[in-house]
């Protein structure tokens, strides 16, 4: 049998930077998923082995069971209490992913398969089973793709656990138990932290429920969006250092603190109008077009701040000034420096003017995606491998 | 005799549309100026006429002294109280100006000739006279050009009525005699209400002492700067509706208090570092350098402030993301939406680097001047006219 999952990468709608000095965030899912296909071995199977296969980047891995279980054997718990990888698992885990020889120059998925291997053994045991993952998320573009990755890989692989119920007579993708999803977020989130360290839980967060987050010095709400929203994103395809743009920021909050600390107030308050905005009802044409007028100005406005903080780059401003010409507004998201942007697109622009923008940002090396914001979160898939 | 006066214009280093809601404004001189020569007719001359001669435009006007006098006899006091020229006055100054059949493309002038008139008669009197201005200011483009030359042709013009000092034995330009600033600054002031109805006062202040001015709630304080600064002043030519743009973000302010409201604290911050960061001394290359960087920060701060208040243009994110190319940074100057931006030309930074950036803005259709920011007022020079 086989157990599919998806789970969609993530925005930051507004107030990225400024959370990190007590402004008011908003983050909201995007359509665009992380899958991934759980297939158990059939009992005539000989093999024994757990593999991983990155459908994307036509990698490999496999790893014999008993490999596995030497390695981790001591440091798994139950699946009903979602466990860190400890410092010294982490070591163990390390020799399993050295095993594989990752081409030097992907070496940076070498957290990712480290996550894999924790959520493996954690939730579905030292049992064979064959993984194949494949994603229309950028990697490493602020997109949320590891958190995505995270929460696909738990999402599928706990129905197997025996944990958590699942209605599995239904045809066709279904969105995971509401009841489920809290013990699924943390285990995604404890893949998070082998990936990133010290994560927000934000990213895993949206890729879990959907819909759209607020958040504010750690504590996250859930809003329901009651706006069909749909958003260009472009890829720059410049990378960032996260870690030194954040520290730009607070630099020059040392050097400027009162004009900084009047800029993260006024993103504060923008993130608090879009996420009432977002969440009021449209009750016709007029009043959704009035609604997108008011969110591309707090976007406008968003980015204007981003931009007095630092974080923009070239290539984000090659973007601003090219969707500019054709009245669409554009915010960074995420990190900035690079990364990528978000152009609303009004849900009644035409196809052409898409087709158009899209052509001149391609032109410029960019990589485009059309988007629908805030829709689902995780969802699952069971079917019969063949 | 001769006596030529020349005047600067100005920039706005910050503040520009939030000192309409509070905050702080800092202007500065520049040194692109309006040159005005006045020469007496010989006692030997019949002519008996006022000349106007306008040089870059190839546009000449002359009024019969006696019909000046008809128009506007009963309405011009002493020199030594500037006094508003009423409507009623107006209207027979208007008289005098359609008498000469100015181009219908160049009939924005008409308030500029109208000021002429009125600052001519009012300060020189009903005698005959033959004005000659040129101006390296391009006109319309928020650099003053209207203040300069209220400023010019009042400076040129006092110290042929009497009521000024003057030591016409100097030789080469000399700055205007300080006791004498206040008068020539309130006809200025006089000519400007002519050709812009309600004027802050602030551009002919800057082009009449110079320097710098800090201006917030319509209080000016003169400040001095320490540091030598050169700005790329590039004009994108696109022409504004600055009253457009004032009530855009007046508009945006009340749909969206909160955050305009900080964004407006964030700029008065900004402004009140500035002229203090301008104020202080610069001992040796280092601290001007550290200086630079400082001013730099705060002027892309200030420039992201203006993007979140909505006033940039596609024109003004050209320049700026060319001059970020040479790690130049850029803000817009005055009203925005198109109009002029500055680059701090950093003291030290190559002449190669700057010929780069002015080619490539040139080549985009823009206008570049180099100028120094926080010079000399008006100045005078006597000679004989030959």
């Known amino acids: 049998?086989?157990?599919?999952?998806?789970?969609?990468?993530?925005?930051?709608?507004?107030?990225?930077?400024?959370?990190?000095?007590?402004?008011?965030?908003?983050?909201?899912?995007?359509?665009?998923?992380?899958?991934?296909?759980?297939?158990?071995?059939?009992?005539?199977?000989?093999?024994?082995?757990?593999?991983?296969?990155?459908?994307?980047?036509a990698l490999e891995f496999s790893w014999p069971i008993s490999r596995i279980k030497e390695a981790l054997g001591e440091y798994v718990g139950p699946v009903s209490t979602p466990a860190s990888c400890s410092a010294e698992c982490l070591k163990s885990i390390a020799s399993l992913v050295?095993?594989?020889?990752?081409?030097?120059?992907?070496?940076?998925?070498?957290?990712?398969?480290?996550?894999?291997?924790?959520?493996?053994?954690?939730?579905?045991?030292?049992?064979?089973?064959?993984?194949?993952?494949?994603?229309?998320?950028?990697?490493?573009?602020?997109?949320?793709?590891?958190?995505?990755?995270?929460?696909?890989?738990?999402?599928?692989?706990?129905?197997?656990?025996?944990?958590?119920?699942?209605?599995?007579?239904?045809?066709?993708?279904?969105?995971?138990?509401?009841?489920e999803l809290e013990l699924l977020n943390k285990w995604a989130f404890e893949g998070e932290k082998i990936i990133h360290g010290k994560p927000s839980g934000i990213d895993n967060t949206v890729s879990t429920y959907g819909s759209m987050i607020k958040f504010r010095s750690g504590s996250l709400t859930l809003i329901k969006s009651n706006m069909p929203l749909k958003m260009l994103i472009t890829n720059t395809k410049v990378g960032r250092n996260t870690k030194a743009l954040v520290a730009g920021v607070s630099e020059r909050t040392i050097r400027h603190p009162d004009a900084m600390s009047s800029v993260f107030n006024a993103v504060d308050s923008i993130s608090k109008e879009l996420s009432i905005l977002i969440q009021s009802p449209v009750h016709d044409d007029l009043s959704l077009i009035e609604k997108e007028e008011k969110l591309a100005e707090l976007m406008e406005m968003n980015q204007g701040l981003l931009q007095c903080m630092g974080v923009s780059h070239a290539s984000i401003e090659t973007v601003l000034r090219t969707t500019l010409k054709y009245k669409l507004v554009s915010k960074l998201t995420g990190a900035g420096g690079g990364g990528c942007v978000l152009t609303l697109l009004p849900n009644l622009l035409s196809g052409t003017v898409v087709d158009n923008v899209i052509a001149e940002l391609e032109s410029c090396g960019f990589e485009c995606f059309i988007a629908g914001i805030g829709g689902k979160g995780v969802e699952i898939l069971f079917g019969d491998s063949s």
């Open 1 to 57: 049998m086989e157990v599919k999952a998806r789970a969609p990468g993530k925005i930051i709608l507004s107030g990225e930077h400024a959370v990190v000095h007590g402004s008011t965030a908003v983050a909201a899912s995007v359509d665009l998923y992380t899958s991934v296909s759980v297939r158990l071995p059939s009992s005539s199977d000989k093999d024994d082995t757990v593999k991983l296969q990155l459908k994307d980047l």
């Open 98 to 179: 050295e095993d594989q020889n990752i081409p030097e120059a992907k070496i940076g998925l070498a957290s990712g398969v480290s996550a894999f291997l924790w959520l493996y053994s954690s939730i579905r045991g030292f049992v064979p089973g064959n993984v194949v993952i494949s994603s229309e998320l950028p990697l490493g573009s602020g997109l949320g793709s590891s958190a995505a990755f995270c929460v696909a890989v738990s999402a599928a692989l706990l129905p197997l656990s025996g944990s958590v119920n699942v209605d599995r007579e239904h045809r066709g993708w279904k969105v995971y138990e509401q009841d």
